[in-house]
């Protein structure tokens, strides 16, 4: 992958797909998937134009889609784990354990 500021550049390979499971006719596909596609703003589920122009692909997002990788939430039984410790450690720099 290069990157120059804001433009990065990936290279694929098309790949040959029957046009479905009782056809000999064959077409072209490729696939994108990557972290990177969501720090462009593709996430799951959006909404994508695709503009064929002069021999280029131009992809943009139409939707926003949805965040796939939420922060993680910690449970509640590993937060009073975390308070007790807190607690603990406290007491023993206030020299009262």
Known sequence: MENNGNLST???TVQAK??????R????????SGMWLEDAGFKPGAIVEVVVR????????????????????MSRRKQLGIEK???MAEAIAAGQV
């Not at 029957?18 to 056809?23: E, F, I, P, V």
């Not at 006719?25 to 994108?32: E, G, I, V, Y």
């Open 85 to 87: 410790m807190t607690r």
């Open 25 to 32: 006719r064959l077409t072209s596909q490729f696939l994108l």
């Open 54 to 73: 002069n021999g280029e692909l131009i992809l943009k997002p139409l939707t926003e889609g949805r965040d796939m990788n939420p922060p993680d939430k």
């Open 10 to 12: 990936r290279k694929i």
């Open 18 to 23: 029957y046009l479905d499971s009782g056809s």
